[in-house]
């Protein structure tokens, strides 16, 4: 019985740890090169996946983003391009994650409905500008203040993702009149904010799922070592 009870101990162990690692590789992103010919030339060359429309790859991602290139070609808005790559090709970050563009580029992108709608085509439902965030909403968002007519190539170091093209300090992480010198994203006067609840990275639902999850593994694993020791005190002679 006692070798059972370890036998089961170590399989919980094992099934915790792998879903451990799962949940963390399902959660972070990873970065690559950007192979989609579409969104070569843009102000960064590096992407991250999953992008935030739930594509995992280019491939899949180039499925849906080729169809647009006949309104890139045709520049119906000079912030369309980049709009477009932001979504389906998200710029690499240090938070391996995907960051979705600020909703004035939606905006000015969306100019080229206008052409859409004389060929009978809508502004597509994934790239509604209200499920955008606003810039001076304080979430982080991928954007840029000036967007000139033409997109220059610029290299964009992996590390430094964001660096150059359009972050700004969301208000609730700007420092006023402190002696130390914060930065955050290469960024003066910014600072991860000291929030109790600890939502700077996590949503109130993530944490929750996690105790949950955490409490009824962590219960199986009680009630396992009990059941072992259970069959040790029982039956101690057959032990020793």
Not at 221 to 240: G, N, W
Request: net charge negative; proline share 6%.
């Amino acid at each position: 019985m006692a070798v059972f009870g370890y036998f089961i101990n170590y399989h919980v162990y094992i099934l915790i740890l792998s879903m451990v690692v799962i949940n963390n590789a399902q959660h972070e992103g990873k970065c690559e090169p950007i192979t989609l010919s579409i969104c070569k030339g843009i102000q960064y060359n590096v992407t991250i996946f999953p992008n935030i429309l739930g594509h995992q790859d280019q491939s899949e991602a180039g499925l849906q983003l080729n169809q647009f290139y006949p309104l890139v070609k045709v520049g119906c808005s000079p912030t369309l391009q980049l709009f477009l790559c932001s979504v389906y090709t998200p710029i690499c970050s240090t938070y391996n994650r995907a960051f979705p563009p600020c909703r004035h580029m939606c905006e000015e992108a969306k100019a080229c409905e206008k052409l859409m709608k004389k060929f009978d085509f809508s502004w597509p439902r994934d790239l509604d500008c209200s499920k955008f965030p606003l810039k001076t909403e304080g979430d982080l968002c991928f954007g840029r203040d000036i967007i000139p007519s033409t997109i220059t190539p610029t290299y964009v170091d992996r590390r430094q993702c964001l660096t150059g093209v359009g972050f700004s300090c969301p208000a609730h992480m700007t420092v006023h009149e402190n002696d130390i010198s914060y930065e955050f994203m290469e960024t003066e006067n910014c600072g991860a904010p000291c929030d109790s609840k600890r939502l700077m990275f996590w949503t109130e639902g993530e944490k929750q799922f996690a105790n949950l999850w955490i409490g009824c593994w962590s219960f199986i694993c009680v009630i396992s070592t009990l059941f072992t020791v259970l069959t040790y005190l029982i039956d101690m002679p057959r032990f020793l």
